[in-house]
C-alpha cells in the first residue's frame, strides 16, 4: 500500500533526517513508529503525503509515485490519506462541523468550497464521522470551545470525513493526558479495526506502541534500525530491544503507564 | 565570609543616550524658534480667543454642522470600506508565506510602504488637483491611505498564522484557495476587522480637517467660519466634532476589544 524507495531527506540547513529508508507497509496494518525525537519520525510521515519533499528516492502510494506527484495527481493522493497532528491543528475559529466539512473540500469544486457549499450527502458524511467519535453533541460549537481531547476527536472525524485509506498520526497523544490518551487511541483502533484503514502512527509511549500497534518500526538517527510484527512479542524482550532504538534503557518518560501512576 | 563584590554596571551608554535625547529636543526647539517668553506674552491673546471660541459657542449654529458632520462620517465610512476590501486580496499577495515568489512581495511591500507614509492631507490635496474639489476627492484620500494602514497590518498578521492549521488544510489535499479560505482567512478575520475599524476612527479624525484642502466634510464650514473670524462657530464646530469623534473611538475600540 505505501513504499518507500531508497528515501532520503536533507534538509536546506543540512540536517540529514532520513539515509536510504526502504519501508513497505500492507493494506490494514498499524504501525507504530517509535525513536527518540529528531530521529526522523516527523519527515517519515510527511513524505507520505508529500508535505515534506524528499531529497531523494521515491514514495509509493498504491502504486503511484506520490514523490511525482503534481497539483491534481497530488490533491487526489492526498485526499486518501487521513492526518492528525500533536497540537490537533483544528481551525479554531471556526465551527466543529464546517472544521470536518472541511475534509471534503478535495471532493469539491473550488467555488463551492470557497462559498462553504458542501452537499448534503457530503453533511452527513461529517456527521457520522463526528459519531463515530462520540462527539456528534459538539457539531455547532465552536472549535476553540472544546477541550483538548475533543478537539483530537474532531481531528480524526476531519480525517475520517475524507473516507481515507491510510490515516497517519503525528503524536497524536503527545498533548494529551493519560486518561484522554487511551480514549484517542482507542478511537485510532476502532477505525483501523473496524474500517480497514491502515494507521501509520508515531508514537512517543513504547507501552502504546505494544497495545495498539500490530508491527513497530524503530527508527534511530535518520535509519530504521527495527521492525517487527508485534503477534506474539513478549513485553520483556520488546522493551529490551527497543533499548537499541533509544540507544539507552527504557525510562519512566518513555512508558504511559508510569506516568499514570 | 567573604563580602560579594558585584561591579557597578556601566552607564556610559545609557547617559550617552540621555544626553543625546535632550540634546535633540533642545537643538530643535532652538532652530524651530521656539521661545518659552513668547509662548507666556500670547497666552493673554490665546486666552481671550478661546473666551470667544467656547464661551459661549454658538449654540444656534448646530443645525448647520449637522450635515456636513453626516459627510464627513459618510466619507470615512466609505473611504474605509473600499480601502479595507482591496487591502484584503494585495495582503495576502504580499505576505511571504501564503506566496513564496519573492519578485511579487517585495516590491508589493515598497508601493504599500510608500502609500503608509503619505499622510492623508498630503493625499487629499493632491486629489483635489486631480479631480477637482469635494468629498470624491476626499473619499480616495482615504481610501489609499487606508488600504496602505490595513494592508501592511494584515500581511503581517498572515505571516504570523498557526502553520499547523495550513498544513492539516494541505494534507487533506485543499489547494490554495481553500487553504486561504479554511485555515488563514478564519485565523485572521477578527484581526483583520479589528484594523479596519482602527483605520475608521482615524480617518473619522482625518476626514474632519480634509475640508481644509476642499476634500469635502465638516472642514470646510470649519474654514468658512475662521476666515469670517466667527469664532464662536468654531467652537461650536471643535466641540460637536470633538463628540462624534468621541463616541466614534469608544464604540469602535470596545469592539475591537471583542473581536481579537
Not at chain 1, 198 to 223: C, E, F, M, Q, S
Not at chain 2, 80 to 85: E, F, H, I, S, W
Request: avoid cysteine; glycine fraction near 8%; charge should be positive.
Amino acid at each position: 500500500m505505501i513504499e518507500f524507495k531508497n528515501v532520503s531527506k536533507v534538509y536546506a540547513n543540512g540536517v540529514k533526517a532520513l539515509n536510504n529508508i526502504n519501508l513497505k507497509i500492507d493494506e490494514g496494518e498499524f504501525v507504530a513508529i517509535i525513536g527518540l525525537s529528531g530521529a526522523g519520525k516527523s519527515t517519515l510521515l510527511r513524505l507520505i503525503n508529500k508535505l515534506i519533499e524528499s531529497s531523494g528516492g521515491e514514495v509509493l502510494f498504491e502504486g503511484q509515485s506520490v514523490t511525482k506527484a503534481k497539483g491534481k495527481e497530488l490533491i487526489n493522493i492526498r485526499r486518501q490519506i487521513g492526518m492528525i497532528f500533536q497540537g490537533f491543528n483544528i481551525v479554531k475559529r471556526m465551527s466543529v462541523l464546517s472544521n470536518v466539512l472541511s475534509g471534503r473540500v478535495a471532493y469539491n469544486p473550488t467555488w463551492k468550497t470557497i462559498l462553504g457549499i458542501f452537499p448534503e450527502e457530503d453533511k452527513q458524511i461529517a456527521y457520522r464521522a463526528l459519531q463515530r467519535v462520540d462527539i456528534i453533541e459538539k457539531v455547532h460549537n465552536r472549535a476553540s470551545d472544546l477541550s483538548g481531547g475533543q478537539q483530537q476527536r474532531v481531528a480524526i472525524a476531519r480525517a475520517l470525513a475524507q473516507q481515507p485509506k491510510i490515516m497517519l498520526a503525528d503524536e497524536p497523544v503527545a498533548s494529551l493526558d493519560p486518561i484522554t490518551t487511551i480514549q484517542v487511541m482507542d478511537y485510532l483502533k476502532k477505525i483501523n479495526v473496524e474500517d480497514g484503514i491502515t494507521t501509520i502512527a508515531n508514537l512517543h509511549h513504547v507501552d502504546l506502541a505494544l497495545k495498539y500497534a500490530t508491527r513497530v518500526v524503530g527508527i534511530k538517527a535518520g535509519d530504521i534500525v527495527y521492525d517487527i510484527q508485534m503477534k506474539n512479542v513478549n513485553k520483556e524482550k520488546f522493551f529490551r530491544d527497543l533499548e537499541m532504538v533509544y540507544g539507552r534503557s527504557i525510562q519512566n518518560d518513555d512508558v504511559l503507564g508510569a506516568n499514570n501512576g | 565570609m567573604d563580602k560579594i563584590i558585584i561591579p557597578k554596571p556601566k552607564r556610559f551608554k545609557r547617559n550617552l543616550i540621555i544626553l543625546s535625547v535632550i540634546f535633540l529636543i533642545v537643538g530643535s526647539g532652538w532652530f524651530a524658534g521656539f521661545n518659552i517668553f513668547e509662548v507666556l506674552t500670547h497666552l493673554y491673546k490665546g486666552g481671550r480667543l478661546l473666551g470667544r471660541m467656547f464661551f459661549p459657542p454658538d449654540f444656534s449654529y448646530i443645525p448647520n454642522i449637522v450635515a456636513p458632520m453626516i459627510e464627513t462620517i459618510r466619507m470615512a465610512i466609505v473611504g474605509t470600506a473600499v480601502g479595507a476590501v482591496v487591502a484584503l486580496p494585495v495582503a495576502v499577495l504580499a505576505a511571504n508565506n501564503f506566496i513564496k515568489t519573492k519578485w511579487l512581495h517585495v516590491p508589493l511591500r515598497v508601493v504599500l510602504n510608500i502609500f503608509r507614509t503619505i499622510p492623508a492631507l498630503v493625499l487629499a490635496s493632491l486629489f483635489v488637483a486631480v479631480f477637482g474639489s469635494g468629498a470624491f476627492s476626499g473619499v480616495i484620500a482615504l481610501s489609499i491611505f487606508t488600504f496602505g494602514l490595513v494592508s501592511k497590518l494584515t500581511y503581517e498578521t498572515i505571516e504570523a498564522v498557526d502553520y499547523g492549521q495550513v498544513e492539516a488544510l494541505m494534507s487533506l489535499g485543499a489547494n490554495k484557495l481553500n487553504v486561504l479560505r479554511y485555515a488563514i482567512m478564519p485565523q485572521i478575520m477578527p484581526q483583520y476587522m479589528s484594523y479596519t475599524l482602527y483605520g475608521f476612527e482615524v480617518n473619522v479624525r482625518a476626514a474632519a480637517v480634509l475640508g481644509y484642502v476642499g476634500a469635502g466634510g465638516i472642514g470646510q464650514i470649519y474654514e468658512t467660519n475662521l476666515a469670517w473670524r466667527q469664532f464662536d462657530r468654531v467652537g461650536m464646530i471643535i466641540i460637536f466634532t470633538f463628540f462624534i469623534v468621541l463616541i466614534i473611538d469608544l464604540v469602535s475600540s470596545s469592539i475591537r476589544k471583542r473581536l481579537v
